[in-house]
Nanobody, 122 residues
Framework: HVQLVESGGGSVQPGGSLRLFCTAS????????MAWFRQAPGKEREGVAA???????VYTDSVKGRFTISKGGARNTVYLQMNSLKPEDTGMYYC?????????????????WGQGTQVTVS
């Protein structure tokens, strides 16, 4: 049974930082792609960052230079370090896993999703 569990969300002031964690159980991300998505109220889910099994990374333009996705650790964890946060970064952040070997930001490429963790910047 594959399960993704996110943590690390919270409330911060603009300019602050948060680090999100996604722990994968029953799933090996060593060769497949994992990503972070976010969804603000009334808006569509948006791909934020993705990391492929070979370490290739893609970011959406609005977070380049501010967010960093990485993976590692004994618990198959994927991280999202978020710096210089802005109010427009507010939303529910989801971790997702894909069978794709290419780093992609399209939600249709992902079949496994976590429950999400809330990030509020105000």
């Amino acid at each position: 049974h594959v399960q993704l569990v996110e943590s690390g969300g919270g409330s911060v002031q603009p300019g602050g930082s948060l680090r999100l964690f996604c722990t994968a159980s029953g799933y090996s991300y060593s060769s497949n792609c994992m990503a972070w998505f976010r969804q603000a109220p009334g808006k569509e889910r948006e791909g934020v960052a993705a990391i492929a099994g070979d370490g290739t990374i893609v970011y959406t333009d609005s977070v380049k230079g501010r967010f960093t996705i990485s993976k590692g650790g004994a618990r198959n964890t994927v991280y999202l370090q978020m710096n210089s946060l802005k109010p427009e970064d507010t939303g529910m952040y989801y971790c997702a896993a894909s069978n794709s070997r290419i780093a992609r930001l399209e939600s249709t490429a992902y079949s496994i999703w976590g429950q999400g963790t809330q990030v509020t910047v105000s």
